[in-house]
């Protein structure tokens, strides 16, 4: 799960980078990304069509759907919560703007698709092998991989690309970015769109590991996925995603030696560690590049 | 022809620009010298839309710019290298002056202008991987400057080119800043250094709290009593 917590801390961190602002709606992005690819899953049944089409292509397509569609719901987020905030020099402003999204889609989905647990799609072939005490079943190498591919895609993205450059240009310095001929506005928006597919696709990843999704999965997600940003250094890439795996890491030895009730504790003592010893995170201000 | 007429800038209750009107000829350097907070990098950013006016317009060849979005007064051929140098300090020199080039589509223009520049700058040509942050003050200003010309502006504004540089540093710039403008580009040019910048420009403004008080050709305001007292410190 960690590189779960990992594709999620990407987008707290991309948006914080940018506007030094706290996406708290992100977990909820993240909810409704889960809940898009189930939507989708939901059409392939009643046309049939999940009976015709090849399993991986069925997984693929839920994926695309849903990093669509959640890649406009964040633009939408953006364009109606803080746009107008922008000049708003008090900083609570747009940080109440952004819980209030929270509750709204919170609410939405809870009046949409039910407040109890949606069943997700058991697609996934069970497979797994035994590896010395543990089990690695297919899946988690499938989310495994396909984190890891994401994140190396981003990467790639937001260094070796004009968009990339432009995007860490306005989050180093937007005024002098507009200077250069950007649109700033338009860079703003594409970040929330690629940190909401990212959040999509860790929703659906979700979904399927669980096997349900739930109105309010957004929350405990969202704070975990803070916590790894945080723990990384917020604003910074590299550290969204070492946050992630750590986070991960942390947790699984946690339940393991300690106990697995407590297991969503551990995220927050260690937030709260994080915050006393080392609020910049653990590689700070010492890696260059944050978007 | 860049015309701004009868600009007024607020920032809420201070009035920063209360009514000024330049010009600025195709192919000339114009200096704009005045006291701190007189209002010289108000007027380049009204210019360039950082900033919304209250009145007054902007033209360029008498097509009105007010109203239009930084990116797009960019893309008109205007360009601000700001106050300060504001480059982008965790990218690389050569990213630097790409982002200079951002609105630009023929590649090997900008290749073949990465190698001008960095004739022009060779401090920049040793440096060119290196991140810009860790550039002294000197090599960021040349690099800002730089940076500025890779748009290929027709209207090139400096703010204070020569802030913080040693005096061998100032006439390097200076001399830079003739060569760009012998080479087509007109330029708007604010400076603390009045002298220097006015033996430079063609002509010149005096603005005063946020008013133009003066004008002329550069030899007329070398000369005048009023600026020789306020700005020339008997020189
Ligand atoms: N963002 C701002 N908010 C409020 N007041 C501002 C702002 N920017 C400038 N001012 C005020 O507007 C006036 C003009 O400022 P401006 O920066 O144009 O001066 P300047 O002539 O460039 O000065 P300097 O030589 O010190 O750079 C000053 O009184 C300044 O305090
Ligand atoms: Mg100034």
Request: glycine share 10%; net charge positive.
């Given at each position: ?70 890649a ?8 109606i ?29 809870m ?28 899946i ?11 994140m ?15 995007m ?30 990212l ?29 790894a ?63 | ?5 009868n600009?007024?800038l ?16 195709k ?21 360039m ?34 106050e ?34 960095l ?38 504004f ?69 600026v020789?007292?306020?700005?020339l410190?008997?020189?």
């Amino acid at each position: 799960m960690g590189a779960v917590y990992a594709l999620i801390a990407l987008g707290y961190t991309m948006v914080y980078g940018i506007l030094e602002l706290i996406n708290f709606a992100h977990g909820e992005i993240f909810m409704m990304g889960s809940f898009f690819g189930l939507l989708f899953w939901w059409i392939l049944e009643m046309t049939g069509l999940s009976k015709v089409i090849p399993i991986p292509l069925a997984i693929f397509l839920m994926f695309v759907f849903s990093m669509i569609a959640t890649a406009f719901l964040g633009a939408l987020l953006e364009f109606i919560a803080y746009r107008p905030l922008r000049s708003v020099t008090n900083r609570l402003i747009p940080l109440i703007s952004a819980l209030g999204a929270s509750i709204f889609l919170q609410n939405f989905a809870m009046l949409t698709f039910g407040s109890t647990n949606r069943v997700y799609p058991a697609i996934f072939p069970d497979f797994g092998w035994n590896l010395f005490h543990a089990r690695i079943s297919l899946i988690q190498i499938f989310i495994f991989v396909t984190c890891i591919l994401m994140m190396i895609g981003l990467t790639l993205l937001v260094h070796k690309t004009k968009l990339g450059r432009s995007m860490r240009a306005v989050s180093q310095d937007y005024v002098t970015a507009s200077l250069m001929g950007i649109r700033v506005n338009r860079i703003i928006t594409i970040t929330f769109m690629i940190g909401s597919s990212l959040a999509a696709a860790a929703g659906v990843m979700y979904g399927m590991y669980y096997g349900v999704a739930k109105f309010d999965m957004g929350y405990l997600a969202g704070l975990k996925a803070f916590t790894a940003a945080v723990l990384g250094g917020i604003g910074n890439i590299p550290g969204a995603m070492l946050g992630g795996f750590c986070l991960g890491i942390i947790e699984s030895f946690g339940a393991g030696y300690i106990s697995s009730e407590y297991k969503d504790m551990f995220a927050f003592l260690m937030l709260l560690f994080i915050l006393l010893l080392r609020p910049s995170g653990l590689l700070g201000q010492q890696v260059p590049d944050k978007v | 022809m860049l015309k701004i007429n009868n600009v007024v800038l607020r920032y809420g209750g201070i009035i920063a620009l209360k009514g000024v009107s330049l010009e600025v000829n195709k192919g000339e350097i114009v200096a704009l010298i005045g006291a701190n907070g007189a209002g010289k990098s108000s007027v380049l950013k009204s210019i360039m839309a950082l900033e919304k006016i209250s009145s007054g317009e902007v033209y360029l060849d008498n097509v009105l710019l007010t109203g239009l979005s930084t990116d797009k007064i960019v893309n008109m051929g205007l360009c601000l290298v700001p106050e300060g140098r504001r480059i982008f300090t965790r990218m690389s020199v050569h990213e630097n002056l790409l982002m200079g080039a951002f609105l630009r589509k023929d590649k090997q223009g900008i290749q073949d202008d990465i190698d001008k520049v960095l004739t022009l700058f060779p401090r920049l040509k040793e440096r060119l991987v290196q991140k810009a942050g860790t550039l002294s003050g000197g090599e960021q200003q040349m690099l800002a400057i730089a940076r500025g010309m890779m748009s290929r502006p027709k209207y090139l504004f400096l703010d204070e080119p020569s802030l913080g540089l040693a005096p061998v540093l100032v006439d390097e710039i200076f001399k830079i800043i003739k060569e760009i403008n012998e080479s087509g580009t007109s330029l708007l040019i604010v400076e603390q250094n009045a002298v220097k910048t006015l033996k430079l420009a063609n002509r010149g403004y005096v603005v005063e709290t946020g008013n133009v008080t003066l004008s002329g050709t550069s030899e007329e305001l070398l000369s005048s009593e009023h600026v020789r007292a306020a700005y020339l410190g008997g020189h």
